[in-house]
């Protein structure tokens, strides 16, 4: 039986490299996104502690330093926001890249499965007429 060689074996394998590729830049801004919704989170709390400050603030100079430190926060929060905002669009390029990604190398495997059992077919036709010859030999043998 002759070994099965499929042609674009390195296509595959740089098609799955790809794959893999895309699937861990996927995984890291997913989890800097993870992490940047986080911090937006706690930025938002200390937006709320921060104007409950200015709401409890009874002489000037604290209600002066409570209002600094609503816009601090509310500048913190507003940059976390955006942060958020820009790492969702990116992971929707690299979800996007990651399934052309996957559906390229399907194509390949499909491609060589289907020359795989085109071989297999093969090499029993193969099989089939060299047992049908030798039965043929031992048959006019006989005769």
């Known amino acids: 039986m002759r070994r099965f060689r499929f042609r674009l074996e390195g296509l595959r394998r740089l098609r799955t490299v790809r794959e893999r590729q895309a699937r861990r830049e996927l995984a890291d801004l997913l989890r800097a996104l993870r992490n940047a919704e986080e911090g937006l989170?706690?930025?938002?709390?200390?937006?709320?502690?921060?104007?409950?400050?200015?709401?409890?603030?009874?002489?000037?100079?604290?209600?002066?330093?409570?209002?600094?430190?609503?816009?601090?926060?509310?500048?913190?929060?507003?940059?976390?926001?955006?942060?958020?905002?820009?790492?969702?669009?990116?992971?929707?390029?690299?979800?996007a890249r990651f399934l052309q990604a996957r559906t390229d190398r399907r194509v390949v495997d499909r491609l060589r499965e289907r020359r795989l059992q085109q071989h297999r077919r093969e090499e029993d036709r193969r099989?089939?007429?060299e047992a049908d010859e030798a039965a043929l030999l031992r048959l006019t043998r006989r005769v």
Do not use: C, I
Not at 45 to 65: I, S, T
């Open 127 to 129: 099989a089939q007429v």
């Open 41 to 95: 989170q706690q930025a938002l709390v200390r937006v709320r502690k921060a104007e409950a400050r200015v709401r409890e603030a009874n002489a000037a100079g604290a209600l002066r330093m409570a209002a600094e430190a609503l816009e601090r926060s509310r500048a913190e929060a507003l940059a976390a926001e955006r942060s958020v905002a820009a790492l969702k669009a990116r992971v929707e390029t690299a979800w």
